[in-house]
């Protein structure tokens, strides 16, 4: 499927949009003292491949805030790109932490297994969709959740193959990357990469060729027919399980699953989790008790304060206004998402869907030095993307919008940024 972006003649190379970063030399209010400091340690002591979209430090958050290591405040629409759905230093959450810590920090799995790792496994198992017998692994990260998931279903099928689609991320270890469907930064130096991985494209209606409605979805037909092509020319499909329902095979979920410590689950039916043998699945530190612990009272709050019907009502509330600023600045080309993951893809000619990635870079900017952190995103890095936790207030929510309508009025003023690269 030819790209886009290149079939257009006024737009810039690929690899010029695609090296565009945050301007952090546009308007920048000087970072103070601690801030300074803290960006010259980061300097000499982090590989620069360990990219931050903010040079700021937190020093503490409450809910949906945070504040820096020079008593700045921000309004944290980010949230640890998506970890924080309970919202920083979440009280139930500190409480089961220290609690646990105080009874023992780990012992690892394999040597005695914590029981807040089994209770945490059957919980996931219960509120989980699948009326089937299950079973729960935990490891330490999301691309750790997705490398197990592909070896249980081989263990399961004996079957190598695997399809995954463009424009996806899967993460940063070796198998992860391979699925993973964007090229730089995260691939690009990184082969060679593991084998037997099937890419397909992913509808992406916005950018297809036909300039589709996303909400529509009749320009997808093509990538439909695309995935039935590989079925005939590359993977055979008889391992494959059509649902109709969601009712998945294997579940992944990580990010906000312990109020931001590194837990990560593959949930699945009994008898696929059941295939690798013993000693095959696992790791030192999967399934940490504290870990563990704080996941368990994540899923409390999630129950006791609504946090899934929230998240709806703050997804509503974003669209809504996006939707406003879709009217009002040509630069919002599209606006999508779902639940409280809400995004909105800048362009710069709405004819041409010209990706703006020098301007969501500058938005960056713009909203940070109005005290509201945000991240981008899209294979293209134009889009501008929420996730704010699920327990930020009405009056919050209603001021991190104002903020990024002020942002997007102070870019849509600005001239054309040029694409630059690191
Ligand atoms: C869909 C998806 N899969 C996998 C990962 C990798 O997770 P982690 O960074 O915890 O390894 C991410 C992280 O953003 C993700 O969004």
Redesign the pocket.
């Known amino acids: 499927m030819a790209k886009q972006l290149k079939a257009s003649p006024v737009q810039p190379p690929l690899g010029q949009l695609l090296l565009a970063q945050p301007a952090q030399a546009a308007t920048g209010r000087a970072p103070g003292p601690a801030t300074q400091a803290l960006q010259d340690e980061r300097a000499r002591y982090l590989p620069r491949g360990v990219f931050t979209y903010h040079s700021i430090f937190p020093a503490s958050g409450t809910g949906a805030r945070l504040m820096d290591v020079d008593g700045n405040r921000y309004l944290d629409f980010a949230g640890g ?2 970890t924080m759905n309970v919202g920083h230093s979440h009280p139930a959450v500190v409480a089961a932490i220290e609690q646990q810590a105080q009874q023992y920090t780990h012992t690892c799995a394999h040597v005695a297994t914590p029981p807040p790792y089994i209770e945490l496994a059957r919980r996931l198992t219960e509120i989980t969709p699948g009326a089937f017998a299950k079973k729960t692994l935990l490891v ?7 490398e197990n998931a592909v070896k249980i279903a081989r263990a399961a099928t004996g079957r190598s193959a695997i399809i995954a689609f463009e424009n ?6 070796n198998l ?1 990357l391979s699925l993973t469907g964007k090229l730089r930064p995260y691939r690009q130096n990184f082969g060679p990469f593991a084998l037997d991985i099937h890419t397909v494209p992913y509808p992406y209606c916005y950018q297809c060729a036909q300039h589709g409605d996303a909400a529509a979805g009749d320009c997808c037909r093509e990538w439909v027919s695309t995935l039935e092509r590989a079925f005939l020319t590359r993977v055979a499909p008889e391992f494959a399980c059509e649902h109709s329902g969601v009712e998945p095979d294997l579940l ?1 979920m ?2 906000s699953l312990a109020g931001g410590l ?1 837990l ?1 689950a593959v949930v699945g039916r009994a008898e696929l989790m059941d295939a690798p043998l013993p000693g095959g699945l696992g790791g030192t530190y999967g399934g940490n008790p504290v870990a563990c612990a704080a996941a368990l009272a994540v899923l409390d709050v999630f129950a006791r304060e609504g946090l899934v019907e929230r998240a709806s009502v703050l997804g509503a509330l974003a669209l809504d206004r996006m939707r406003a600023w879709q009217v009002r600045f040509p630069l919002v080309g599209d606006v999508r998402g779902l639940g409280a993951m809400v995004a909105m893809e800048l362009v710069r000619d709405r004819a041409l869907r010209t990706p703006a990635a020098g301007e969501a870079a500058n938005l960056l900017v713009e909203a940070r030095e109005r005290g509201l952190l945000l991240i981008k995103a899209g294979l293209y890095d134009n889009v501008i993307r929420l996730l704010m936790p699920l327990v930020t207030t009405d009056a919050e929510m209603a001021e991190g919008l104002d903020l990024l309508q002020e942002a997007l009025a102070a870019v849509s003023a600005q001239p054309a940024p040029h694409a630059e690269a690191h």
């Open positions: 790109i998506g330490n990260s999301g691309a750790e959740a997705v996806s991320f899967h993460g940063r270890t992860a992944l990580a990010k590194p990560a």
